[in-house]
């Protein structure tokens, strides 16, 4: 299977514990996007990268979050001390980088703070 | 800043039913349009997309055409199948960066 894969696929964890979830691109993807999506709403923008250069982040984006792509290829989200709300479907999808190119999706991680 | 507005559901249809979900944005600079659909239980896929005005994206029998005028991307098939049911959510992207989402609309086709 050449698609974007995540791991963990669920996640469980009790507040104020930090988590950290992984995404692996399509291969020769230059670009990885992070999402966020919660119940009955359409995914949000939190962070993307060219390469390991991250470009831009979203003011949902807290200082609890961080995002790396140290080599250009996977990329790992953290969340530190985790909060209720950060409950949510964590999406990954990476593009080859053109201008109007596609944006593939991984199946997504779901988190859950108890 | 941009903003993507999706018919509100859950639509349920027959099977072979005409189906429209209408979208409109609000984007600055000249967007790409998308329509995604999420199956049960499955990740997101790209559905169809337009690039600029009066394109007209088409993939598995649905259509939309990217309307500057309306600043609208509305989905249509003319015959739906039970294996159509699914979530949809229309998108914009107006940089090689972030997508901007709908909410999403719920479609279920009943037999």
């Known amino acids: 299977d050449t698609g974007v894969s995540q791991d963990p696929r669920h996640k469980i964890t009790k507040r104020g514990q930090n988590v950290t979830f992984r995404c692996d691109p399509i291969?020769?993807?230059?670009?990885l996007y992070w999402y966020r999506q919660t119940l009955g709403q359409g995914p949000e923008f939190l962070t993307y990268?060219?390469?390991?250069?991250?470009?831009?982040k979203s003011r949902l984006l807290s200082d609890r979050f961080s995002a790396e792509r140290p080599k250009g290829s996977f990329s790992t989200l953290e969340i530190q001390r985790t909060e209720q709300g950060d409950s949510a479907m964590y999406l990954c999808?990476?593009?080859?980088?053109?201008?109007?190119?596609?944006?593939?999706f991984g199946p997504g991680t779901r988190l859950l703070v108890l | 800043g941009d903003s993507v507005t999706q018919m509100e559901g859950p639509v349920t249809l027959s099977e072979e039913a005409f189906l429209t979900i209408n979208c409109t944005y609000t984007?600055?600079?000249?967007?790409?349009l998308f329509w995604y659909v999420q199956y049960p239980g499955e990740g997101l896929q790209l559905l169809l997309k337009?690039?600029?005005?009066?394109d007209k994206g088409s993939n598995k029998g649905f259509e939309a055409t990217y309307r500057k005028e309306t600043t609208s991307f509305h989905l249509e098939k003319g015959s739906v199948q039970v294996s159509d049911s699914a979530v949809y959510f229309c998108?914009?992207?107006?940089?090689?960066?972030?997508?901007?989402f709908g909410d999403g609309t719920t479609l279920t086709v009943k037999p």
């Open positions: 999808a990476s593009s080859l980088g053109h201008l109007e190119e596609t944006q593939y």
């Open positions: 291969s020769e993807h230059n670009r």
């Open positions: 990268f060219q390469n390991e250069a991250q470009l831009e």
């Open positions: 984007a600055t600079g000249y967007p790409s």
């Open positions: 337009a690039t600029k005005a009066d």
């Open positions: 998108a914009l992207r107006t940089n090689a960066g972030k997508s901007t």
